[in-house]
């Protein structure tokens, strides 16, 4: 029997259709099905201080009525044993580290310096802090000097980056130089160093700090910074892969340099300065909410990126690296990556056609639901966490640990959860100082972790505003 052409013409199309269904790789229903399991480590809390209690400027509240939004807290470069702690409704506290009641040491409410948490009071607002590491030695050009990251409002500036972009707010970088670095109350003046524009409410800048480990070296002094993709779902603008403006980056900064037409300078051993295409700011690029870094005592820079919908990674920071945001999410495709297929869920990676550097340790959101913060334990009271990454989930209250010999990107090594007793009860830290979660169900821990200057870790929790230290268990 002969066929005719035009029942021919419908079976190709057909097969053809029927082929190219079969070619697209299917959705990941759960990337990673391994469970992170309990380690053998477990881990007490004590009261340490908590921070009088902060009022949102938006109204009504917009995202969780928390006590206090404190992010960090971190030792200042100077052996006195104090440490700063940052509210992002505008606050700078100084605390000691024998738990000394906290003052304020500048209310960035109180400056002349635009400064505006209202847009989206759970990531805007003073979003970072790091003192220079000549804070504290007179006669050095970076006497007295800290560095502040925080949200202006749109119009109020002029900016480095995006200017024209700028629709929701600006992120922005301001030197403060104290009369006296000994003083627990600022007083002295302050320059705008840096501004970039901002289209969205969420994922812009986050951490500041220097290495401590740069001592002697040409990176000793220089600032880094990390920037998310500018917010909204999905990367909507592509900044994660753009690289003329530095968001989804690390950024790194000469801060004392005069640039001639920039208040800052390019340290001359940036990866990209020689290349046209790419703002010289960059250090690292691809990352889509890098909130929070870290530097260990070698200098090896851990970097916490809060993932989409399903992977949570822990980078090692690399000069030049692309961490592959949008198009990879952990060590997996995102349909930005790969084409024809539906966004949020991933997809098996497929061979990659330009480089990449991938997680040394990810986990997806059968686990947790935003990787907040992380620091290498390099304290002495509890031995067995001795050298080891310890990093938390800030919706969940799960706190989670890693070695740190031997990690190789793109190979994510093992993740063990660390057991934390409150007061004799081992619980998870979303049920024991969470608060009413606006996003979904149940409670939010919105917990983050600080250091001192001996390397012991703290929790801070914004629900109650307190700071607690983590200690053996009994």
């Excluded at 920037?227 to 690390?250: K, Y």
Aim: with cysteine.
């Amino acid at each position: 029997m002969k066929l005719s052409f035009s029942t021919l013409v419908i079976g190709m199309l057909f097969s053809l259709s029927t082929l190219a269904a079969e070619s697209k790789p299917e959705p990941l229903s759960n990337p990673i099905p391994e469970r992170i399991e309990k380690g053998e480590i477990s881990v007490a809390v004590e009261n340490f201080v908590q921070v009088p209690r902060t009022e949102e400027s938006a109204s009504p509240v917009q995202t969780n009525s928390a006590y206090a939004r404190i992010q960090y807290m971190t030792p200042l470069p100077d052996e006195s044993g104090r440490l700063i702690i940052n509210d992002l409704r505008g606050v700078l506290y100084l605390t000691d580290e024998t738990g000394g009641a906290p003052v304020t040491y500048l209310d960035l409410r109180n400056e002349n310096v635009d400064f505006d948490d209202s847009t989206f009071p759970n990531e805007t607002g003073l979003a970072g802090v790091a003192f220079h590491p000549d804070f504290s030695r007179q006669g050095e050009p970076g006497y007295g000097k800290f560095y502040t990251a925080y949200s202006a409002p749109s119009g109020t500036g002029v900016a480095n980056y995006l200017d024209s972009e700028a629709d929701n707010h600006e992120s922005v970088i301001r030197e403060w130089t104290t009369l006296n670095s000994e003083d627990n109350v600022f007083s002295g003046t302050s320059r705008e160093i840096f501004r970039i524009g901002q289209f969205d409410q969420n994922h812009n800048i986050g951490t500041l700090a220097f290495n401590p480990a740069s001592k002697g070296t040409s990176d000793y002094g220089m600032l880094y910074v990390s920037f998310g993709d500018g917010g909204g779902a999905n990367d909507p603008r592509e900044f994660g892969q753009s690289t003329s403006e530095p968001m989804s980056s690390i950024m790194r900064i000469d801060p004392l340099e005069d640039g001639g037409d920039s208040a800052y300078g390019i340290p001359e051993d940036n990866p990209f300065i020689n290349d046209e295409s790419f703002a010289p700011e960059i250090w690292a690029y691809g990352l889509r909410h890098p909130q929070a870094f870290s530097f260990d005592v070698d200098g090896t820079m851990y970097i916490c990126d809060i993932g989409q919908t399903q992977i949570e990674e822990v980078n090692i920071g690399q000069a030049g690296a692309n961490y592959g945001w949008r198009v990879r999410e952990g060590t997996f495709a995102t349909a930005f990556g790969i084409g024809g297929v539906r966004p949020n869920p991933v997809y098996p990676k497929p061979v990659d056609e330009q480089q990449f550097t991938y997680p040394v340790a990810q986990f997806d959101h059968d686990e947790g639901n935003a990787i907040s913060s992380g620091y290498v334990y390099r304290g002495s009271s509890i031995p067995e966490l001795q050298g080891k990454f310890v990093f938390t989930d800030m919706v969940t209250g799960r706190i989670f640990y890693i070695e740190t010999e031997n990690l190789v990107a793109g190979d994510p090594t093992t993740i063990l959860e660390l057991s934390v007793e409150f007061f004799g009860q081992e619980r998870n830290v979303a049920d024991a100082l969470g608060f009413p979660n606006t996003y979904s169900r149940g409670n939010r821990a919105g917990l983050r972790l600080g250091i001192d200057s001996q390397g012991e870790l703290y929790l801070l929790t914004k629900g109650d505003g307190r700071i607690r230290k983590i200690v053996p268990s009994t």
